[in-house]
């Protein structure tokens, strides 16, 4: 059974940093793309950043470049989200996405496994 379990979330004040991970267990992504959406109350899911099979290739959403920085190591089936500069509007549940794809992608539909989500909140 396929599992990604998200961690690294939290409450932080605006301008701060946090570290998202997400495990994968059941199988390995080793060859496939990952990535990060979020969610804030009362709106849709968001794609925030994708990870192409090696890392080689990332994509970001514009509210994400220059701050967020994604990346996995293979080697423990992990993707990761650095997230600096921290403001309000990134206040969301963060989920990571895998997909049975290779490359980067920024739509939902791409992701095949999704995991439960992470809180993070920004406070002003």
């Known amino acids: 059974q396929v599992q990604l379990v998200e961690s690294g979330g939290g409450l932080v004040q605006a301008g701060g940093s946090l570290r998202l991970s997400c495990a994968a267990s059941g199988r390995t992504f080793s060859r496939n793309a990952m990535g990060w959406f979020r969610q804030a109350p009362g709106k849709e899911r968001d794609f925030v950043a994708s990870i192409g099979w090696n890392g080689g290739s990332t994509y970001y959403a514009d509210s994400a470049k220059g701050r967020f920085t994604i990346s996995r190591d293979n080697a423990k089936n992990t993707l990761y989200l650095q997230m600096n500069s921290l403001k309000p509007e990134d206040t969301a549940v963060y989920y990571c996405?895998?997909?049975?794809?290779?490359?980067?992608?920024?739509?939902?539909?791409?992701?095949?496994?999704w995991g439960q989500g992470t809180q993070v909140t920004v406070s002003s």
């Open positions: 996405g895998a997909s049975d794809y290779a490359g980067t992608y920024s739509h939902g539909s791409f992701y095949k496994y």
